[in-house]
């Protein structure tokens, strides 16, 4: 195991990236000491390397990472993991608004409660939130998954194309085009084995009460629905 | 964009507050490099009538010797500083015994009727400082963290509003009851719905900044006995736009974040300090941050003491 330490205090985000780029193909693990909540970190980073936060990050963390591990030893703020194509974002605190925005690939892991518009116009992907998430979470969300294990705020799923939005805890109201389903034991059991994986031990009754947030139709706004092959 | 910062120390006693808004608002510089500015609240140390005008002077002949006879014809100036000119400007402090609150205002505008002169605040139980450039070199200039306080505001200005000058950065102030505050991020886009019935009450607008619509609309509250939690609830219906603000009371501050959550807001609290910003990044300069909490969208949250 290869491991480089950067020190990012007294860096800007554009001298901390470039130093992270530098040492991604030559290292294994990148740890960044005093990130000290900086905006963008690891940005664009397509090396397959684990890079450890050690602290919190602000926003942007891991915007159009393809392939990079990412593991942040506090908080994120708004955006982390923004436009990912692939790999993983993990958050041990909590996270702003719009987590997993964009997504195309990968999964974002956020330990404790996020913000607003989670996973809005996500394409693909995985989304796992151990708290609470706030309002129109899966805004026009067009793939992927979201999981959300407490609770789900206001107009969750506005306006959703495709995808799931899968809630463990209530639901407060839904938007245009969301509408609730119950889980297949299938899907139960794929929950249990992706959510076990990261470390989330849930008593049986919580997958249980596990129910989604779908779409109601595929072309809620204009076009045929046959368009799409259904 | 623009950032905005607000502590309180719950003890009510004296913290050097200038040296921790200066810190938070240094965090937040990204946010916004036009201008930056100050509420420093409780260390002013006044006597009851007593209060403390900041007032722009070009650097003109016999200019200021205008301003000081203006505000010596109607009281007497107990103390005066001058700040040193930056841009022809210097800005003079002094320090007056009115009878009533209701005297400031109508002395205020007399000497903003003098030519290159205009009052950028007045002020019983807090310290007004804001002006154009970085936050690290307006504290210097003035000794921003010398100041003590028991609380504060501020904000670093990315101006999308009005022109870029010292009485456009924030914060804004009403007059409306004593020693209101505002620091905002983002747009009131039913401004003149709002304004309109304030001016009907007789309110004075000074500009057409979206900002001090705010301030006026809070103070207005206030003065009909709203509690600040009350006016930032009701605030937060009644305004449109993106937003998020915070006001500073002279006990207090509180935050109010738009319905649909377009600008950001944390918070942060232990038993000593509460805290609120734009980003983690400057309450991390007052307090550990391992638990942060996002202000959603339409909430609000205050701590007075």
Partial sequence: ?230 | MCGIAGVVFKDKKLHPVGKFMTRMLDALQHRGPDSAGFALYGGLGLREHEYLLNIEVKEKPGLLENVKSTVNTAFQIESEEIIPSVENYIIYRCKVNLESFSQLKPLIMDVDKIEDVIVLNGAHSFEMIKDVGLVKDIAARYNTEDKMGTHAIGHTRFSTESIVDRYHAHPFQSYIIPDITVVHNGQITNYWKIRDPLERKGHIFETDNDTECIVHYIADKLSQNYSLEEALEQSVKDMDGPFSYIVGTPNGVGIAKDQLGLRPGVMAENDEVFAIASEEVALREVMDTSDIEQISPGETRAYTI
Avoid at chain 1, 52 to 79: E, K, L, P
Avoid at chain 1, 151 to 157: L, N
């Fill in chain 1, 1 to 230: 195991m290869q491991e480089f330490k950067i020190n990012a205090q007294q860096k800007t985000s554009r001298e901390l990236n470039r130093a992270i780029k530098k040492a991604a193909p030559e290292n294994d693990r990148i740890i960044i000491e005093n990130p000290n909540a900086m905006h963008y970190i690891a940005a664009g980073l397509t090396e397959s390397v684990e890079l450890v936060i050690d602290g919190s990050a602000g926003y942007f963390v891991g915007t159009m990472i393809h392939g990079a591990r990412v593991h942040i030893n506090g908080n994120a703020g708004w955006f982390p993991a923004d436009n990912m194509t692939e790999g993983e974002v993990i958050i041990d605190g909590s996270a702003g608004d719009g987590v997993g925005q964009g997504i195309y690939g990968g999964t974002v892991v956020v330990r404790k409660s996020v913000g607003s518009r989670t996973g809005e116009i996500m394409k693909n992907g995985t989304i796992i939130v151990g708290g609470n998430s706030g309002f129109m979470s899966g805004l026009f969300m067009m793939g992927g998954r979201i999981i959300i294990l407490g609770d789900i705020s206001e107009d969750a799923g506005e306006s959703i194309i495709r995808g799931t939005i899968y809630v463990g805890g209530d639901i407060k109201s839904l938007g245009k085009n969301a509408k609730i389903e119950e889980l297949e034991e299938e899907e139960k059991g794929e929950l249990r084995e992706l959510l076990e994986g990261y470390d989330f031990h849930l008593e049986e009754e919580k997958y249980q009460n596990f129910r989604k947030i779908v779409p109601r139709s595929a072309r809620p706004f204009y076009g045929q629905e046959s368009e799409e092959g259904k």
